[in-house]
Structure formats: C-alpha cells, structure tokens
C-alpha cells in the first residue's frame, strides 16, 4: 500500500515539472517576439540625382507692345473720318481730315511773300554789284557803301525768314491729315465729322494699340531673384544665357495653357518699395489676337538648371516645427531621418538639392506608422500618384 502511495506521488511531480518546463518555454518565445518587433510594409520611390530645369511661376500682367494716343496738331472742323473703329490700321493711313481751307490760304500767302522777299534780295544785291567798281574809284562814299551791303544782308535774312514761314505753312497744311502713326488694332473714335478740334488738346480722337507682339510683365521677390543671380555667377545654375531666356505662359481667365513661347527682354534695376519684388519684361508673339492687355497671366520663366538634383514627391517631405524640412529614408531595412534642402516646388515635387543620395530610397507612403530607426519593408511605387 505505502509502496503505491509513493509510485503516484512521483508520476505527479513528473507532471508537474513537464508543465513548468512547457510554461517557461512558451513564455521564452513570447518575449523573444516581444523584444522583435515586425517589420512594417512601407512604399517607397526610389531617387537617381539628375539635371532639373529651374521654373519659377510668377504672376504679371499684359501690357501693349506699342500705344499710341491721336490728337490733333492744329486748329479746325473734321471734314472726314476714313476708318473703321475697331479695324486694323497700317502706319502711315489716313485717320481723319481737318478742313484745309485756312492752311491752303496761308501757305499761298507764305508763297507770296517769299517771292516778295526774293525780288527785294535781288534788287539789293544788283546795287550792292554796281556799288562794287565806284567804291574802288571812290565815286561813292564808304557809308553809301556800307549802306547797300547791310541792305543786300537784310534782305537775305527777310528771305530766309519767309521760307521758314512757308515750310511752317506747309507743316500745318499736312497736319490737316491726321495719320496713324505706328499699325495696330484702332479703338472707337471720340469725335466725328463736324466736330472742332484744337492743337494739342488734351482729349484724344482715338487710340490705336499693337498687339503683336505683345508684353507680358511678371514679379519676381528681390531676394529670390539675387540668390539665383549669385548661383548663376558661382556656377551653380548653368545653361542661362543672356536674351535666350523661355518663358511659358497660364492665361488665368481660363487655367489654359498659351501655346506660344516668349523670351525675357530685361529685368527691371529697382525693386519695388512696397512689395519688395522686381519686374521681369518677357515679350510673346500674339498673332491671332489672343492676350489683350491688362490680362491677369501667370509666367513660368526658365532659370537655367541644377545638376546632381532630386526630384521628391510633396507628399514624402514633412517640416519641423521651424520649417525645416525633412524626409523617411530606408536605410538597412529600418527608418532614417533626411534633412532636405529645398530650391522651390515643381508641380507634384520639391526641387531637393541637398540631403539625399543617389539611388536613396524616399518613403512615401505609411509614413504615420513608423518613425527613425522603424525596421520597414520597403514595396517600391512608379509614381507618388500609384503610392496614394
């Protein structure tokens, strides 16, 4: 019996430290996994440095090639008005026609004064002639002399006074016809036949504007636009050559794209006290009449280019409280944090120029799941479109 007793109490504790012995092990194991944690799928864009194009937006204005303002130089009734308002008028066509009745009369009256003047310079100059020999011999006095002298002297300047009065006559006389000085597209007309007019007035008869081609004027900030000037001396931008310049433009009305090309003319020497930036002059062909001035546009001027840059999708780059930028990199299976240099924003990316690697690869999606040092399964996407 006691023999019994002692064969069960040694198959229980047998028992009991087999299940002590399971009990340690799946708790070792628990742990373990504790102290490991799984690796999170991440998706990635991988990054190769490359030559990137600098674009810079800016918003501007478009402001007429040539305008021209037409007033009247003299006095008088308009006769007649030869144009259509509206049309396109070429350089030199007749706009308007002032009543020439006044000026005819005063050209014939300079006319006739010339001629008087001319016949009185001939009168003179045969006396001072026939003066010339009797001087010699002393027939006449010297003062006599010297009296037909200063005539013939008089009446050279009476005669150049009257021509000077004809031409100015005839001045007159073609101001009567008032034409286009520069062609372009005529406004409507502010006077019309039987109206008075006066020299110089101050009220215009019509206006006429070229349009093609055509100016577009864009802001650019002070300070961005001396930093890419001190890139372009240093060599850090390459490929800006004076007058080459491209400039691409957005029509604001419409989001629409113009599909002609315009090059920089100049940039302006000042900077604009109240908002601190400077213009840019960029002109553009304009033939069929599309961009009319005072249009709101948007200008995206070609600045030269950056080698060994990056281009990073926006969504990947993250700021700190200061604004400095940052990026998740997968570097040995787990999380690194990036610093970024940042020249500006091109469509869906940043312009990175400094802070990442050649080949690196840029977490973009699953980003709020980990953090530096996170082990990560990178799952690479095409684009940052196919990582949303």
Known sequence: MRSSLKFAGLAALVVLVAACSEQNEGGGQQANAQQQPQATPVGTVTLNAQTVGLVEEMPGRTVAFRQADI?????????????????????????????????????????????????????????????????????VSQQTYDDAVAA????????????????????????????????????????????????????????????????????QAGGRLL?????????????????????????????????????????????????????????????DGTLLPGMFVRGQVRQGHLEGAFLVPQKAVMRRPDGSAYAYVVEDGKVASKDLTIEQSQGQDWLVTAGLEDGAQVIVDGIQRIGPGAPVTPQPVETAKAAE
Do not use: C, W
């Open 227 to 287: 930093k890419i000037k001190q890139a372009i001396q240093n060599g850090r931008i390459k490929g800006v050559t004076e007058g080459q310049i491209e400039v691409n433009l957005i029509i604001d009305a419409t989001g629409a794209e113009y599909p002609h090309t315009g090059t920089l003319q100049f940039s302006d020497v000042t900077v604009n006290e109240t908002t601190g930036t400077v213009r840019l002059r960029a002109v553009f062909p304009n033939p």
């Open 71 to 139: 007033r009247p130089q003299v006095d008088g009734i308009i006769k007649e008005r030869n144009f259509t308002e509206g049309a396109f008028v070429e350089a030199g066509q007749q706009l308007y026609m002032i009543d020439q009745e006044v000026y005819l009369a005063r050209v014939d009256a300079a006319q006739a004064e010339l001629t008087r003047q001319r016949a009185t310079l001939d009168q003179t100059t045969k006396t001072r002639s026939r003066y010339d020999p009797l001087i010699k011999s002393q027939a």
């Open 152 to 219: 013939e002297a008089q009446a050279k300047a009476a005669v150049a006074a009257a021509r000077a009065e004809l031409e100015q006559a005839r001045i007159d006389l073609a101001y009567t016809t008032v034409t286009a000085p520069i062609s372009g597209q005529i406004s409507s007309s502010d006077y019309s036949e039987g109206a008075l007019v006066t020299a110089n007035q101050s009220a215009k008869l019509t206006t006429i504007t070229q349009l093609d081609p055509i100016y577009v004027d864009v802001t």
